[in-house]
């Protein structure tokens, strides 16, 4: 087994997707509601970068003149409090910058958060197929955070250092220009060499996000099929493959760490190297009285300053590569595309007819086609039933009605109206679904009845009494306001399909779709769920789907459907007495349920 393929997609048009530069173009957006704040921000780091140049602009008057018989009186005192003063405007300037770029970062991240959240929401259902819960989650909930370590950390790192290093080169210059170029020789040397390491851990991050998404696959594979894996014993199968992709992981972030470490040693080393020629420069200068001893010592000490604001600047590298990684992933999913929304047709209320003509479907671009020419006609009010082998296409074809998916040939009509003609959300609103796979929310009962609105509790009650579930719910301790655990964990396999029910009774939709809604159940279930169907289906038009046969029996007509096609058409009397492809289901069926 292989993880699914993950979000990662281009995020801008051309060049290299991942580039600080077309991330930022991207953030800018987000960016200019807070610009002001912004600019405060990086205004507040300015000051405190230039105080750092400060301290040994301080040193050289000390040590000048303030040491010594000669010594000017004054320097001993406005020194020490000039010291004291700089102290005080860098610790008010740094708790600034850091509280309004945090303001920021929060601010643009809360917007990242949202509108992923949202356009997660809008997008097709062919996207939920192809991606991973774990990797959408993985996208919204940690990666984005990627992003604010990029806006936080390295933006205060780039901005405040490099300033550091601007105020402290230009009060080199004006110390001693001579040695100032020696420093100044090392700084392509450095920009090259980071340019090397960046492209190596671009590559690197990229590989280590998509193992990552992989590793996350597996635990959720692993966790929702939990009785799959202890029943065949699977526990040292599950765990190899953990095991071993984790310590695939761990290698790749090994290799990172050695690619990001490089940097800063070697940085270190070229420093120490401009130090050893400044300092023989330097004694040689003093011994023809071209500098003094607290030139020299400022000098020696803004070099010292540099080196580590330029390792900060190193050290900064691996995190904006692994947010560059991240903002592939965060944009690649802002920029998925919303499902179509339809046209402005109204409806307000559907009568129920529905009309299926030469409604073909394919998945994917190219392969046999699921759907192929199906045309059928249902009444409004009717119960058509589909019946068939699995793979026939049944579910496939419901799955158009609601506009999970366009047929790729052929159209389908909802009161005589092509289905993309109404808005979707509109046409959605009149079709209800019960499913096998029944869907509850960790809520509570009346919220879950009353999905996607404010429940009533008159309404939600009148709902769970037509689907025989009032006094179960009466019957626990909080009644309509108990909560049913994830994916409603508390209740029995009825009791979830039922509460279903309950909710398409509470929607009230004219359309309603049954997929397999009772084959789960033990009989006593069973006969419980088809009486509240019973009661949900009165007067709506309603598609069947269903592999027990005796649950369709009663179906005003039934389309037998095998390979994409509708090969039988009629009532369940009318089919078994044609002896076809239903009557071989129906006896085959008989003959289990007589053993």
């Known amino acids: 087994m292989s993880a699914k393929p993950t979000l990662s997609k281009p995020i801008g048009g051309s060049g290299d997707a991942s580039s600080p530069v077309v991330v930022l173009r991207r953030l800018l957006p987000y960016l200019k509601p807070l610009w002001w704040v912004l600019i405060a921000g990086i205004a507040a780091m300015a000051v405190s970068s230039a105080t750092d140049a400060g301290i040994p602009a301080l040193l050289k008057p000390l040590l000048d003149r303030g040491f010594g018989a000669k010594g000017d009186p004054s320097a001993k005192w406005y020194v020490p409090l000039a010291v004291i003063g700089l102290a005080f405007v860098r610790g008010v300037s740094q708790y600034a910058s850091g509280y309004l ?15 992923m959240f949202d356009r997660m929401i809008h997008t097709s259902v062919a996207f939920f197929q192809r991606e991973t819960a774990s990797t959408v989650i993985n996208a919204i909930v940690f990666e984005v955070n990627q992003i604010l370590n990029v806006l936080v950390s390295v933006m205060v790192t780039l901005v405040r250092d490099s300033l550091t290093v601007l105020f402290l080169l230009a009060y080199l210059f004006y110390l001693n220009w001579r040695l100032t ?5 090392l700084l392509p040397g ?16 990229r590989e280590h996000q998509a193992l990552t998404n992989e590793l996350s696959y597996i635990v959720e594979e692993t966790v929702g099929g939990y009785k799959v894996v202890k029943v065949h014993n699977g526990e040292r199968y599950e765990i190899d493959r953990f095991n071993a992709l984790s310590r695939r992981l761990r290698g790749y972030s090994m290799r990172m760490t050695v690619s990001g470490g490089l940097a800063q040693p070697l940085t270190q080393f070229l420093s120490s190297i401009a130090l050893a020629v400044v300092i023989t420069i330097a004694v040689v200068q003093s011994s023809h009285d071209q500098t003094t001893v607290g030139g020299f010592v400022a000098f020696v000490t803004s070099m010292l300053l540099i080196i580590s604001p330029l390792k900060h600047l190193m050290d900064v590298n691996q995190p904006l590569q692994r947010g560059m990684t991240a ?46 020419r199906v045309s059928f006609k249902v009444a409004p009010g009717e119960m058509v039933a589909l019946a068939g082998p699995s793979g026939s296409g049944k579910t496939t074809l419901v799955n158009l009605l609601p506009r999970f998916f366009d047929p790729t040939g052929g159209e389908i009509l909802v009161d005589g109206v092509a289905l993309p003609d109404y808005n979707v959300h509109g046409l959605r609103s009149q079709i209800a679904m019960v499913s096998q796979d029944v869907t509850l929310f960790n809520d509570t009962i009346a919220s879950n009845v009353a999905y996607g609105e404010t429940p009533d509790r008159e309404r939600v009650a009148a709902a769970l009494k037509a689907a025989n579930l009032w006094d ?62 019973e009661t949900l289906m009165r007067g709506r038009t309603t598609l069947v789907i269903a592999h027990r046969l005796s649950t369709i029996e009663r179906a005003d007509r039934i389309l037998v459907m095998e390979a994409g096609r509708i090969v039988e058409r009629g009532s369940h009397q009318q089919l078994l007495a044609q002896d076809g492809l239903y009557a071989h289901l129906h006896r085959i069926q008989f003959q289990q349920a007589g053993v």
């Open 181 to 185: 170029l020696i420093v100044a020789v």
């Open 101 to 115: 770029l945090q303001y920021v970062s929060n601010r643009i991240l809360l917007e990242l958060r949202m509108k």
């Open 472 to 533: 179960t719910v009466t019957a626990m301790p909080d009644g309509i306001d108990t909560l049913v655990g994830d994916n409603g964990m508390r209740l029995s396999g009825g009791q979830r399909q039922r509460l279903a029910i309950a909710r398409a009774i509470y929607k009230d939709a004219p359309i309603l779709i049954l997929d397999e809604a009772t084959s789960a159940l033990d009989s006593e279930s069973e006969r419980h769920v088809q009486a509240a169907l």
């Open 327 to 372: 903002a592939e992933l965060i944009f690649g999913l802002i920029d998925e595309p919303p499902e179509p929304e339809g046209g402005g047709r109204p409806l307000e209320r559907a009568t129920g007819e529905i009309e299926f003509r030469d409604v073909s479907f394919t998945y994917g671009l190219a392969g046999q086609p699921t759907l192929d």
């Open 190 to 205: 450095i920009g090259w060499l980071v340019g090397k390491i960046n492209r190596r851990l671009r590559r690197l991050n």
